[in-house]
């Protein structure tokens, strides 16, 4: 089975800053990598499909890049609505699918 | 709008069964999968297994092989889960999430989540 690790596991920076996350495959995924946004009492929200597409109605200043094993979630000017955890999320053909173990993101 | 109204809280004993609905609607049920996604108290998320809405066909996560069963009833637009033998780690909010039938594979829309709690 793929294995994902996530890092870090929680930050904390100030509103404006830019924020990256990554996600690291056991193996090569090509471009099989989401991410979600997940705040608390929330359901998860999709972000990020495919790597590196935006979803439709998702601000701009999230982005998603990688390919193979390593991929970088980045948010570029850190908002309050922020705050939440952010998880990735792999897939293969069958489909099965294993998510990562999440990043916290705070306000410093 | 796409929506997915799931069934309320359980509390079940260890061993029981819980069977958990998850009412499509705003779009065309046949054409999409559910996926079913657990996250136990402030844990990740875990994915459990997905179901065709077309055909039926499933594929769950081979930890709950054997304990766990999806359905769907397209005449409701409904998709059900069935997790058997219960036990307390089991304990933990459960979701339906709409995906795709082909690649690219993701969960664009969510259900509200369902809390089962396993106890006895």
């Known amino acids: 089975d793929i294995q994902m690790t996530q890092s870090p596991s929680s930050l904390s920076a100030s509103v404006g800053d830019r924020v990256t996350i990554t996600c690291q495959a056991s193996?090569?995924?090509?471009?099989?990598l989401n991410w979600y946004q997940q705040k608390p009492g929330k359901a998860p929200k999709l972000l990020i499909y495919?790597?590196?597409n935006l979803e439709t109605g998702v601000p701009s200043r999230f982005s998603g890049s990688g390919s193979g094993t390593d991929f970088t979630f980045t948010i570029s000017s850190l908002q309050p609505e922020d705050i939440a955890t952010y998880y990735c999320?792999?897939?293969?053909?069958?489909?099965?699918?294993?998510f990562g173990p999440g990043t916290k993101v705070d306000i410093k | 709008q796409v929506q997915l109204v799931q069934s309320g809280a359980e509390v079940k004993k260890p061993g029981a069964s819980v069977k958990v609905s998850c009412k499509a609607s705003?779009?065309?049920?046949?054409?999409?999968?559910i996926s079913w996604v657990r996250q136990a108290p402030g844990q990740g998320l875990e994915w459990m297994g997905w179901?065709?809405?077309?055909?039926?066909?499933?594929n769950y996560a081979q930890k709950l092989q054997g304990r766990v069963t999806m359905t769907t009833d397209t005449s409701t637009s409904t998709a059900y889960m069935e997790l058997r033998s219960l036990r307390s780690d089991d304990t933990a909010v459960y979701y339906c999430?709409?995906?795709?039938?082909?690649?690219?594979?993701?969960?664009?829309?969510w259900g509200q989540g369902t809390l089962v709690t396993v106890s006895s």
């Open positions: 999320q792999q897939y293969d053909n069958l489909p099965r699918f294993t």
């Open positions: 999430a709409r995906m795709g039938v082909r690649f690219p594979y993701y969960f664009d829309y």
């Open positions: 179901i065709s809405a077309y055909n039926g066909n499933t």
């Open positions: 705003g779009y065309t049920f046949t054409s999409y999968g």
């Open positions: 495919d790597a590196s």
């Open positions: 193996q090569d995924i090509s471009n099989y």
